[in-house]
């Protein structure tokens, strides 16, 4: 069995190493250095369409992964099955679910799934008359298309708000994806994400858990891909399980294929818990990273065989568990991120396989090699799992180890999953 994924990041690591199981090959592209202990990284970017249906044609790769944004909204798993190859992932149809936040916040409308209230403008002034009107501070200005998880400013007065709008529509900060923006109501509450399979029939959720997305301790720095994990999330209980099942998920799932829309793979959904219930912040088409590398760690089912089942619409009878406890993860990024940092430097306290045995596992994001080293190669480096009987525990063992790795500049989070 020959399996090419696509991507070469820390969740890509993830999938790599689900997959990996005797007798089955696989291939990552571009992958990156860590991921090449358990890979054949090949050269290709993650975007090139043709260059990836040209690889898994003549490489007679039997499935293909798709898990990054940019390539499921731009069409590749359509480009790959037309081609006759077999993929995991949501078609460009159902991709647009997060390729436009337009799309999403109008669907949740149509369909009734709670969200923030929210309306849509390409016009500056008629956004910023909107703003005036709804007077209510902070308020959320987003860009409807992919922006790296930057599109996102959160403005607590009204300069502050204007100056968003205009930079969006009129300065072109966001290139395309600003040429929309949605405008919407602040919730308040705690967030967590739920990363769930779906074939379009039925919908099931891997563990919860909660991402920190600003740079800093104690929230504060700029917004990030992610600087670490902890999983279960603790506001996620049963009660709010079941209101996100019935409002949110089945609904969602129900209101792509009403559309015409099936989404196939994983539908990641950002909720938050405010006190009239669960909502939608936002969906991702997509395993999140590093939400991945830490509910992958406890997933205990083979995720061959759930990929399988989504593809084949057989989801339903796939028994899902997870292994008992929690786990973390923390992100190590390069100094400056997620601004500009610099790459190339050297890491040390990792083994020649880019591993320590200090912690469960060390998913590299962005890494290579130079003259027989790992080097920094991206903005987040390193990604520390470690698993434990309870969060605290994971938390403990993670902080103990994590200072015998590192690199010039490099910096992580010291509170991932509260103060410890
Ligand atoms: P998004 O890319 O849509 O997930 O937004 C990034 C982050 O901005 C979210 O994880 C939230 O922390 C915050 N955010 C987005 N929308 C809202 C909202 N309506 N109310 C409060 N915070 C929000
Ligand atoms: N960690 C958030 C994301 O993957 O979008």
Do not use: W
Not at 89 to 105: D, L, Q, R
Not at 134 to 145: C, D, M, R
Not at 209 to 221: L, P, Q
């Amino acid at each position: 069995m020959r399996i090419l994924v696509v991507g070469g990041g820390g969740r890509e690591h993830a999938t790599v190493k689900s997959l990996a199981k005797e007798g089955r090959e696989i291939f990552c592209a571009p992958g990156n250095a860590g991921i090449a202990n358990l890979a054949t990284c090949v050269d290709i970017k993650t975007n090139d369409i043709d260059g990836i249906v040209k690889f898994a044609t003549e490489n007679k790769i039997d499935l293909a992964v798709v898990s990054q944004d940019e390539p499921l909204v731009l069409g590749m798993v359509d480009a790959l099955q037309n081609a006759g190859i077999r993929a995991f992932g949501p078609n460009k149809a159902a991709a647009i679910i997060e390729g436009s936040k337009a799309f999403s916040k109008d669907l949740m409308k149509k369909y009734n799934i709670p969200t923030a209230k929210y309306e849509k403008f390409t016009d500056s002034e008629k956004a910023i008359n909107y703003i005036k009107e709804q007077n209510s501070y902070p308020t959320v200005i987003k860009a409807s298309g992919l922006a790296l998880g930057k599109g996102v400013i959160i403005a607590e007065n009204f300069e502050d708000a204007k100056e968003a709008v205009i930079e969006m529509l009129e300065g072109g900060k966001f290139g395309e994806s600003g040429n929309e923006i949605v405008i919407e109501e602040f919730l308040t509450g705690t967030e967590v994400s739920v990363l769930a399979f779906t074939d379009g029939k039925c919908v099931k959720p891997m563990i919860s858990s909660k991402d920190h997305k600003r740079a800093f301790d104690g929230d504060k720095g700029l917004n990030t891909g992610g600087m670490g994990v902890i999983a279960p999330n603790p506001v996620y209980t049963k009660d709010v399980e079941k209101q996100a099942f019935e409002q949110i998920f089945i609904p969602t799932i129900n209101a792509m294929n009403a559309e015409g829309r099936t989404f196939k793979g994983v539908l990641y959904f950002g909720l938050i818990i405010t006190e009239q219930g669960p909502k939608v912040i936002e969906y991702n088409c997509r395993f999140g990273d590093p939400e991945a590398q830490v509910c992958l760690s406890l997933l205990d089912t083979d995720l061959l065989e759930i990929m399988n089942a989504v593809i084949d619409g057989q989801l339903e009878k796939v028994d899902f568990s997870n292994k008992e406890g929690a786990a973390i993860i923390v992100m190590m990024c390069s100094g400056g991120y997620p601004e500009s940092y610099a790459k190339g430097k050297e890491i040390s306290g990792i083994n020649a396989d880019g591993q320590s045995d200090k912690f469960d596992y060390i998913f590299h994001s962005g890494t290579a090699i130079k003259d027989g080293k790992y080097v920094s190669n991206g903005g987040r480096v390193l990604g520390f799992v470690c698993l434990g009987k309870d969060v605290k525990d994971a938390q403990d063992k993670v902080y103990a180890n994590i200072d015998s790795v590192k690199f010039e500049n490099s910096f992580y989070r010291h509170d991932i999953g509260g103060k410890i």
